[in-house]
T-cell receptor, first 114, second 112 residues
């Protein structure tokens, strides 16, 4: 049982390039989330999907788009990467946002933009 | 969502209990207290959560004061592998959409 799987684990981009970060969960969870973490800071929510077919902005959505492809998969896209988007990106999932229960996190994608 | 205040860092001797405090004086009646930790370079890991009563699981115990304005996470026998950043989060279910707001957390250093 893999839990939450993120790909790739590492990526280096040049400014202006685009890329999609992939996330998949095998726990049959309804809700999925994308966070970013910068050095010395806590996690900040970028986008979330409360259920299949819905997505909403979090705290720092500018420069990102998301797609909830199906119940298992939730992708994060950078259309035109900027150095300020250099960060570690974490995907998470949970049973439902409306009941108690933990969010389960992947191991992150470390993204550097030159 | 209520804000939390945690000490920036703490030390604990290996084998001793680690007690991590958290203040959440503006917590509302239906907000839960959650604890997560993040070991270096890994994704956050859920530890425990509670509403009013004290809670215990295989990882830790959570003690919530009667007025719910503060709580303490207890790791009963800390090991070197417990060295991590610990996040205390208050979380409203039903009224929002499950968004965890992570603060700066407490860096716990377990020493031999």
């Amino acid at each position: 049982n893999a839990g939450v799987t993120q790909t790739p684990k590492f990526q280096v981009l040049k400014t202006g390039q685009s890329m999609t970060l992939q996330c998949a969960q095998d726990m049959n969870h309804n809700s999925m989330y994308w966070y970013r973490q910068d050095p010395g800071m806590g996690l900040r929510l970028i986008y979330y999907s409360a259920s299949e077919g819905t997505t909403d902005k979090g705290e720092v959505p500018n420069g990102y788009n998301v797609s909830r492809l199906n119940k298992r998969e939730f992708s994060l896209r950078l259309e035109s990467a900027a150095p300020s988007q250099t960060s570690v990106y974490f995907c998470a999932s949970s049973d439902s946002p409306f009941i108690t229960g933990p969010q389960h996190f992947g191991d992150g994608t470390r993204l550097s933009i030159l | 969502d209520a804000k939390t205040t945690q000490p920036t860092s703490m030390d604990c001797a290996e084998g001793r209990a680690a007690n991590l405090p958290c203040n959440h004086s503006t917590i509302s009646g239906n907000e839960y207290v959650y604890w997560y930790r993040q070991i270096h370079s890994q994704g956050p890991q859920y530890i425990i959560h509670g509403l009013k009563n004290n809670e215990t699981n295989e990882m830790a115990s959570l003690i919530i004061t009667e007025d719910r304005k503060s709580s303490t996470l207890i790791l009963p026998h800390a090991t070197l592998r417990d060295t991590a950043v610990y996040y205390c989060i208050v979380f409203l279910t039903g009224g929002n959409t499950g968004k965890l707001i992570f603060g700066q957390g407490t860096t716990l250093q377990v020493k031999p």
